[in-house]
């Protein structure tokens, strides 16, 4: 009696599992990669969300970080698309995409690679990067340019750094951020330490921000913490690339000096949606194609959203569905007919 | 110095003396040694720039990738099609339906008790917002732990059947279970793709290795008269495999499933790094997030997941016990308080609601049973009695198909159920995120964790780790090869001198002694912090049960949960890396510490203090000595976790070998990420093998065992 008691148990458990009720619609099924920053967070959601409200998809949302890797599994066709790529980040783009990004009707950016990736159109959201400090400290410093800050180096530095001032600098490698070899560059004594992850680089801003202690972080706009924290960019020199372009992974990182990039600010960032383009050449998925190609995303819509995410500590998907239920507007024309 | 001298004036050991003034010399010589060396050393560039491992790795990928991709994908596909229609089955169907699948087995072998228990896990996960991901944490598990299941039952069955077998499959068993499971995650998704299928298969490369082990030992000790009997009744080979030994051992293979589940509930939780979906990933985002309360929340549903699943597999492996008579049986309150008549009065409801419940089963089975036998007793008279017998014996499982029907039926003809409703929404996360705000902007606490991330960096982390990148490298291979020797032997010393020198060949010398200083640090905190615990537990029983709830608490939860508190008070950096770390792994040196000297028998104690010993002498002259085998796998444990660590806290900062995995990772380097993890695995194993030679020689040394 006992053992036919345990039995009918676990048969239970298992047949009742595996007697399936549903009907799976694997045609309209897309994988995404989420981005592993909030703002790229909030444009993928916009994306998913529309294809799967409007044009009937399913989406499944894998948490992969950003880099050469992730390019590599949409190549391979393990992710179908991602979401807000910055083209001063991607390191794989001219090498795998061959194709003209154009932004509002504009050739943006030209790219001659082996097509391996399918550009999947801009994004709408257009990006900039510098190094920021907050504003008291700028006032009481008197710190106007990036040229000012080897004087106040003390002033910056911290435990960890010793004599040199603390840059926390892009926190995630696969960015390519090369803060070091600015710095180096651009003779500015500072230590860049990546912390690994946004949460961890802006953890430290925040504690730094509350306390007033003088702090240089790089950022990138639109992020929400402009919304909740005054901060200035010491305007690093305006973005130029080398000529030619050595400074590749397949060109050994071989730099030309202060005369273009790192030694420069970032390039006006255009951010655009890719995918792997066997998916979107088949014919189910020509709707989906369409929509990225319509896609539009606003600034200011996504600077509105990441002040109710980050701020106001609320879900995200909720945020996302709210703004698509309060502006038809802005979105209708995204949807192919 | 001052201890070297002690040492001298105890004449009776003069061998003790040498080689404590040995070490100390050595130490001296390290010292000099890395002061003289203006940065860190490098292995000679001719070994480095011959030995190109990474590009072999990565070179031997693209060959697999080419050639024999085709065989690991399909694999993969049909693991995929099983988790998708697994997946699709929990969040598609009516949220009741789900959670009466997962409450009446509950019900059914663990009693009223459990069964309450699975309501309330149910709802907590619907009632923070992780339905979704908790069903597909529970998919990605079920699928893991069946395939466990079946492959370890098959392979257990076959190692208890051949010595031969068993010998070849040892090895590979304990390689299995010491390598962190990070080290194959990566591969295993270059091979296997991102998601469910990489993280399925990860999972069972991790938890498998017990069930194997169970099922060998289980089917191994079936009593010799058991197989005598059943071989003089003439049953062949095959019989007395699946009619005797394998329902013997039945209880060790359940077992085997206790510990799969937990092992598996744990790995399903890291894959969200490969792409799995579920509560990790929420976790994770979490994380980045830097929101505790929400992290929390993913933790706490893991966690009761975890509980529920344990009890539910161990009801199956225990017997139920058989009261007398005379004496009320509980259902819902403690059995011990029977002796009290409120109690007895609360639980008569109970008893008489169980007696009814048992009654209708019993009879609606019964019916269906008659029903049954009368449709087949049209075709074969003999048959139907034994199918009526049949069914009848079923008295749980027909009402529970009855009631899981019924709720399809209800959910497809009268009112959707659809999803868990929002209504019901319960958060932690306001109440959590105020707590740790507050205590972020504490003065005295903020100057407290400065003061710390002072201390730890400047007093610990930054002498220790330029003492220990600068020291030439062939002088720490030398002393690693000469601790070696005189304590496991001198295959192991040289066992240890080619992993070492693989390291160094590697090009990542540097990074694994970064590391290596960060688990040497996080070792000494959780030293520092765990054995006063461990002393204090050993002393005091509500302490130590208090304690022993809260550490299983910590061991369950994802262990990069404790990444955002540490991220909130410390700021990110090699700091914060290194107390996250100590918050991971200081639990088994607690409780071993205060096992060691809780089981040091009563009676040294007794003759210590007879003969006029304090409290503090019994514990420092006698208890000590004697739990410090105990100690040592504490210590060996707490070593282990800390490098296990060390892959997750690049996230908040952490240096050396975890970020190269995390660069290689971004960088669709394989063969970089794959050599530091492989740095990681070896570190941990002769750390381990040398901690673990030195327990058994001090064992030898007190007469604790015989070999």
């Known amino acids: 009696m006992k053992l036919t008691k345990r039995i009918s148990a676990l048969i239970l458990s298992f047949v009742l599992i595996l007697g399936g009720l549903t009907q799976a ?79 509002e009707g504009e050739v943006v950016g030209t790219y001659n690679g082996d097509g391996s990736i399918d550009l999947l159109g801009t994004v709408g959201v257009i990006g900039m990067s510098d190094y920021y400090i907050p504003r008291y400290a700028a006032e009481s410093l008197g710190i106007k340019s990036w040229k000012d800050l080897n004087k106040h180096k003390d002033k910056f530095a911290t435990i960890e750094t010793g004599s040199k001032g603390r840059l926390i600098a892009c926190p995630v490698a696969g960015w390519n951020c090369h803060d070091q070899k600015r710095l180096d560059l651009l003779g500015i004594d500072f230590q860049a330490d990546e912390l690994g992850t946004e949460a961890a680089a802006v953890a430290e801003a925040v504690a730094a921000y509350k306390r007033k202690e003088p702090f240089l972080l790089y950022l990138w706009e639109p992020h929400w913490f402009f919304g909740a924290y005054d901060m200035v960019g010491v305007g690093l020199p305006e973005h130029k690339v080398c000529d030619p372009d050595t400074f590749t992974e397949a060109g050994n990182w071989k730099d030309c000096g202060t005369k273009g990039w790192p030694a420069t600010g970032w390039a006006k960032d255009y951010t655009m949606n890719y995918g792997n383009p066997a998916t979107f050449a088949k014919p189910e998925h020509a709707k989906a194609k369409e929509f990225f190609e319509l896609m539009s995303f606003q600034n200011a819509d996504q600077a509105v959203m990441l002040v109710e995410v980050k701020q106001k500590n609320r879900d995200l998907k909720e945020v996302v569905k709210e703004w698509k239920d309060a502006n038809p507007d802005k979105w209708k024309s995204w949807i192919p007919k | 110095m001052s201890s070297s001298t002690e040492l001298l004036t105890k004449p009776n050991n003069p061998k003790k003396v040498v080689s404590y003034a040995l070490i100390l010399l050595t130490f001296l010589v390290a010292l000099w040694l890395s002061t003289q060396s203006e940065g860190p050393s490098k292995f000679p560039k001719v070994v480095t720039d011959e030995f190109k491992f990474t590009a072999w790795v990565n070179d031997g990928e693209s060959y697999l990738k080419k050639n024999y991709r085709w065989i690991t994908k399909i694999i993969a596909n049909y693991i995929k099609e099983g988790y998708f229609f697994l997946e699709d089955f929990f969040l598609d169907s009516p949220w009741i339906l789900i959670a009466a699948i997962m409450i009446l087995p509950c019900l059914i072998a663990g009693g009223l008790r459990l069964g309450l228990y699975a309501c309330f896990v149910i709802y907590f996960w619907g009632a923070v917002g992780m339905w979704d991901e908790s069903l597909q944490t529970v998919a990605l598990m079920g699928l893991s732990v069946l395939l466990c299941v079946f492959f370890g039952v098959t392979l257990g069955v076959l190692c208890s059947q051949s010595d031969r077998f068993e010998n070849f499959m040892k090895p590979i068993l304990d390689t299995m279970q010491v390598m962190p499971a990070f080290v194959y995650l990566f591969p295993a998704l270059f091979f296997f793709g991102i998601g469910g299928a990489p993280a399925i298969l990860a999972t069972m490369i991790y938890a498998m290795p017990p069930i194997i082990r169970l099922t060998n030992t289980g089917i191994r000790q079936v009593s010799k008269e058991s197989i005598e009997s059943a071989t003089s009744f003439g049953s062949s080979k095959l019989q007395l495999l699946f009619k005797i030994k394998i329902p013997l051992s039945l209880p060790s293979i359940m077992m085997g499933v ?396 952490g240096k050396g070998l975890g970020l190269e995995v995390f660069n290689g990772l971004a960088r669709s380097d394989t063969g970089r990420g794959l050599a530091a993890g492989i740095g990681i695995v070896l570190l941990a194993i002769i750390i381990d093998r040398i901690s673990l030679a030195w327990t058994r020689k001090q064992r030898l040394a007190l007469g604790l065992s015989k070999n």
Request: hydrophobic share 50%; glycine share 8%.
């Open chain 2, 258 to 653: 206790n510990q799969v589940i937990m092992m598996a509930l744990a790995l399903v939780v890291l894959a969200c790094f490969i792409g799995a979906e579920g509560i990790g990933g929420q976790v994770w985002l979490a994380i980045r997030n830097l929101d505790v309360g929400w992290a929390m929340e993913g933790g706490l549903c893991i966690l009761f997941m975890a509980i529920m699943f344990d009890r539910f597999s161990l009801a199956f492996s225990k017997e139920p016990e058989t009261l007398p008579l005379d004496v009320q049986k509980f259902y819902l309150l403690p059995q011990s308080w029977e002796k009290y008549q409120v109690a007895r009065i609360i639980e008569k409801p109970l008893s008489l609601l169980s007696y009814f419940t048992d009654l209708i089963c019993t009879k609606i089975t019964n019916l269906i049973a008659y029903i049954f036998a009368l449709v087949v007793s049209l075709i074969n008279k003999s048959s139907a009695l034994d199918v009526g017998d049949f069914i009848s014996k079923k008295y749980y499982l027909i009402p529970s198909l009855i009631i899981l029907f019924l709720i399809s039926f209800i959910d497809s003809t009268f009112f959707e159920f659809g999803t868990f409703p929002k209504e019901w929404k319960l958060s932690l996360r306001q109440p959590i995120a105020n707590g740790v705000e507050s205590l972020t902007v504490n003065e005295s606490f903020i100057a407290f964790t400065k003061g710390l991330r002072g201390f730890v960096y400047l007093k610990l982390l930054k002498p220790l780790d330029t003492f220990l990148t600068h020291i030439p490298w062939w002088y720490t291979m030398g002393i690693f090869v000469v601790i070696g020797y005189f304590t496991v032997g001198l295959r192991f010393a040289f066992i240890t001198f080619l992993l070492l020198l693989f390291i160094g060949a590697c090009g990542i010398w540097t990074q694994s002694m970064v590391t290596l200083s960060s688990v040497l640090v996080s070792v000494a905190l959780c030293f520092a912090l765990g054995v006063p615990l461990g002393i204090i537990a050993s002393y005091n029983e509500r302490f130590r049960n208090i304690q022993n709830v809260v550490l299983d608490a910590m061991q369950t939860l994802p262990y990069f949960c404790y990444l955002i508190p540490v991220l909130m008070f410390f700021g990110g950096g090699i700091v914060s890396a290194v107390l996250a770390t100590v918050v991971y792994s200081i639990p088994p040196i607690i409780r071993l510490t205060s096992l060691g000297l809780t089981q040091v028998s009563g009676s040294y104690s007794e003759v210590s203090r007879s003969f006029g010993g304090t409290l503090m002498q019994t514990l420092k002259k006698v208890k000590f000595p004697l739990a410090v085998p105990s100690l040592v796998i504490g210590f060996n444990q707490t070593v282990i976790m800390a490098f296990a660590m060390q892959i997750v806290t690049p996230l908040i900062g």
């Open chain 1, 25 to 103: 619609n694997a045609a309209k099924r897309l994988t995404a990669a989420v981005a592993d920053w909030t703002g790229g967070e909030i444009s993928c959601q916009v994306a998913v969300t529309m294809l799967e409200e409007e044009l009937g998809y399913k989406i499944k949302r894998v948490v992969f970080p950003s880099g050469t890797g992730l390019w590599e599994a949409i190549a391979a066709g393990e992710i179908d698309f991602a979401c807000e790529s910055w083209p001063s980040y991607a390191e794989a783009d001219s090498v795998m995409m061959n194709e003209d990004l154009i932004y």
